[in-house]
C-alpha cells in the first residue's frame, strides 16, 4: 500500500475551509429575489378526527401570500392530512408570507376542530385488541406468528382468481390463535434457518430475554430546509438539503404530477444527515406547492421543535430474544420475536431484525419481526438502520450466555465467529472477512487480556457488523491548461466523500492533490447519482472516479503519444507529467502542456468520464470495548476509555475514516446512554435539546479508533463504506460494560442513573 | 417572535416605572426571555433593559466581611471570581453548571434567580450561603432573605414594578458546596441540586444551612436537617440522619426526567456528599 502517494494518506478535506470558516453554503442561506417564508401548520393532537379546517381569518392578515390544504393537491397524494391526524404535528396546511413572524401568526390563526381520539404509544399495548386501530378496523389484517395473514393478505390482493374457500379455511385457522394475532401490524417480515426448538433443546444453556430500544432522532445540526421557485412555464427549482438530490427530484415529480426534467434539484451544504435527509414531503413539497400558488420562492424550514415532532427518527423496538448454548461455547439456535414502532405509516426496518444473527455461526435460527402503528411520525434509516437495535440485543445477551457457562466475552465471541466460506444463518455464505482480525485487534488496542478494575469499574465489549450499499453514479473529468484537474458529478458531499473522490482521481492521475477541484452539478446539469445515504458514497462514486480518471489516463497518453510522436506503450504518467520511458536524455511533457494542446487537436479537450452502478460489497466488522465506571449511589456512569476497531478495507483517507468510527462511536454512547425521545398520550413530550440530550465532548474520553484493512475485491482500493458500521456495537458495549462494572444488566435503552439505581436495589445494593 | 417596545432606561426609578406597566418584561441577559419570546410563551409588549443602569453588575466586599453581588453581574464573572470561589464556593460551582461558556457570559446572577425556575443552579447556593436580596421600586428599597422570595414555580413576591438589584451575602461559612444530579456531564438541566454551607469550630458544626433545587415547587432549605447536623461532629450516622431528614423535606413530581421517589433518593445522597465535601473544605 506505501506505493500510493495520495490515497491512504491523510489529506484534509476539500471543504475544511469553508466548513470552519462559515463560508459554506446552507439551505438556509439560499435567498432568491422576492422569497416568501412557509410555514407548516400542524396537529395539535396525537390522535383526532379533524371536523373543520377553517383558514378564513388566517387569509386576511396582512403579508398572508397563501394557505394551502390537501384539496391545493391536484395529484391528490397525500401531502397534509384531511379527515384524521394520527400524530402531534402532523401536517394540515401550510402558510406563506412575506416574513417569518407573520407566516407564524397566521399558522395559530387556522382554526382547526378536532374530535379527539385514544391514543396508543406503546407497541406492546398497540398489537393488542384493545388498542385504538390507527388505520380503520384492521382486525381483519391483524397478522399473526403463524403467518396467515399474510397468506390471507396475498389471497386478497390477488382479484383474477376466486380464494373464497381457502381464504375461509384460512380464516377458520386464525381464529384459533386469538392471543397470537396483532393488531396495528404495518408490515411483517419472517426467516428461518434449520430447527430452532431442536437447537434449544441441545443447548446446555437457554437465555431469554426481552430488550426495548428507544426511538432517537438523527439530531443533525441542520434542520430539514427547502427553497422552492417555480416558474410561469412550470419549471420548478429547489434548493434542497438532502442526502440525494436525484431521489428529491423524482419524490417531487411524482407527489405533484410533474414531468421529472421539469424539477431541478439543487443540492445545499449538508448540516448532517445520518439517513434522515431523504424525506420528499417534510418540506420540500409543501414548498413547491407555495411556490406553485404564490408564483414567487418560497423558503419552508423546519424549527427543531418541528425536527422532532414531524422528522423521521429511527424506530424504536421490542426484541425478545432467546439464544441457546452448549457448555464449551457453541451457539446453537437463536430466535427473535421483534415488534418495531414503525409510528403513523410503515417503513420501520423490521429487517434489521435478521441481524441479530451477528456474525457467528448459528446452526437454527428463527427471525420474526412486526412492524406497529402507534400515534408518532413515521421513521427512516438512521446510520446503519435497524442494526443498532438488533444488535444491541444480540450482543447484551452473547455476554449472558458467555457469563453463564464461564467463557471470556471475546474469546466466545472469536470461537463462534464465522469466517471465509462458512454458512451465513439464513443467507448464503462468506465471502473473505476479517471478523476476527477486528475483534482481535480491538481486544489487543485495549489490553483486554491484562485487564484491571477498580471497584465500581468494568469493561465491556461487542462487536456489529454492516454491508455498505451501491448504486449509480457519475463522473466527469476535465484537465486544464494549468494542469489542474476539474471533477464535476452530483452526490452530496458526506462526511470527506468528495475529499476521497479527489484523492482517487489525484492518485490516479498523478497530480497534487491541491490541484484536484470539486464541481456539484444539479440534477439539470449533473449525472445521475445514487443517494449518500447507506455507506455507498466512497465505494460507489470512488469506484466511479477511478473510471473517469482511468478514462482520462487514456485520451492524456493518446494526446502526448500525439504530441510526443510516440507509441502509447513508451509512455508513463507520473508526477503530473506523460514521460517517454526509454528517452535518453529524459523527455516529457506536463499535463498543463497537453491541455493547451489539445485545444488545437482534432480529439480535442481532455474530458474523461466515469459511470458505474454494482458490484457486490464485503461485509465489515466495528468491533468496540469500553471500560466504565458506575456511581452506585447515584447511578452515574463515565466512561474511562473507549477503543473501536473497525475493518474499513483499505482506508482512503485515514484521517476522515477516523471521524467517521469516532462519530457513529459517540451516536452509539448517546443511545445507550442518554439519548430517547419520550411520548406520552398528547404526543413527543421532550421536542428539544433541554430534554433530548445529546452529550457533549465533555462526556466521552478520546476515542481510540484501530483501522484494521482486510481489502474488498470490488472496492476502490479495497475500500469498504465506513459510515455505518462504527454505530451498531456501541450500545451493547455500554451495557455490557455497566454489567461488568456493577453486577446488573439493562435491557432497556438508555441506561439512564434512575434505572441503575433501581436494578442495584433489586439486587440488594 | 412578536414585535414589542424596547426601553433601554438610564436610572432604576425609570426601569421601575416602565416595568410597572402591564406586559412588561425585564431583560438582564436575555438567555430565557429571548427563547420564550421566540417560542411565544413570553410575549410582552415592552422589554426593558437594565444594560444601561449603572451599578447593577459587579461583585464588591462589604463592610461587614460578606460580598454584594449586582444582579447584572454575569454568571461566568461568578464563576470565575477569586472571592466568589474561595468564599463562596458553592456558589461558583453553581454558576458554572449553567449552560455552556456562552451562555455563562451572557446570563446574569441575577436572570437566574428572577425567572425563579426551582431548578436554578445558583439558587441551591444561594439558600446556603444565607443570601439577602435587595429590591427597589419607586416606593423605595426593602430587602428579604432568599429563602422568601419564591412562592411558586416562576413565581416571586416581587410586586409590579419591582426590581432586584443585589444579592447580599454575609461573610463566608467555613466551607460550601453544590452538587446538581444531571444525565449530561455539562449544559444539562438540574435533575435535583444540593448545596450545603457549614460553620466549623474545632471540629464540631456549629451551624449548617443545605439548599435544594428541584425538589419542591419553590427551591427550599433543609432546616431539619440543618438542625440535626448544628452541634455535631461529623460521622456516617449523623450524616445518614440529615440525609434523610433534607430526603424527607423534599416534595418532588414525578416528569419526564425522573421520578419524585429518585430525586427523593438523590437529595439524601447528594446532603450527605455536599455536607461532607463542605466540612473538608473547613478542614483544608
Redesign the interface.
Known sequence: MSDYTVVGQKVPRVDAIEKVTGAAHYGADVHPAGMLYGKIIRSKHAHANIIRIDTSEAEKLSGVRAIITQADVLSGRRVFATDKVLYLGEPLAAVAATDP?IA??AAELVHIEYEVLPVVQDVMEAIKPSAPRLHGDATKDGPNRRGISTQLRKLARDKENDHGDEIRSLEAELEKYPDEVYYNISAESHTEAGDVEQGFADSDVVVEDTYVIPRVHQTYMEPHVSVASADSSGKVTVWASTQGPFAIRSGIAGTLGIPLTQVNVIGTTMGGGFGGRFGVIITHVPAVLLSQKTGRPVRVQMTR?EEFLDGRPAPGCVIKLKTGATKDGRILARQALAFWDSGSVSGASIGSTIRVRGVYKIPNLKVDAYGVHTNKSGTAAYRAPGAPQAIFAGESQLDEIAERIGMDAVEFRLMNMREEGDAVPAGGSEPKVGYKETLQAVADAAGWWERETDENQGWGVAVGDWTNGCGPGGVYISVHEDGSVRIFHGSMDITGTDTSISQIIAEILTVPYENVTITRGDTDSAPYSTGSGGSVVTFTMGNTAKLAAEDTHRRILELASERLNTNVDNLELREGAVHIITADPPKSISLGELAAYSLSTTGGPIVGKGSFARQPSTPALAAQIAKVEVDP??G?TRVLKLIASQDVGFAINPMTVEGQIEGGVVQGYAWA??EEM?YNESGN??PGF??Y?V??S??LPTVESVIVEVPAPNGPYGAKGVGEPPITPTLATMANAVRDAVGIRINELPI???KV??ALQRNGH | MRSFEFFEPTTLAEASRLFAQEHAQLLAGGTDLVIGMKALTETPQSVISLQKIAGLAGITTDADGGVSIGVMTRVRDVELSEEIRNGYTALAEGAAEIGSIQIRNLATLGGNIAHASPAADTVAALLALDAQVDIASADGERSVPIHALFTGPGQTILTAGEIMTRFRLPSPASGSHYIKHKIREVMDLAFIGVAAAVDMDNGTITGARIGLAAVAPTPIRATEAEELLAGKSLTDAILAEAGEAAAAACSPISDLRCSAEHRREMVDVLTRRTVREAVARAHA
Open positions: 413572524d407564524e401568526e421543535e449511589e447515584t452515574r446512554m442518554m419520550q413530550v421532550n433541554v430534554d440530550r452529550p457533549t465533555a462526556d439512564k442513573p434512575e439505581v433501581t
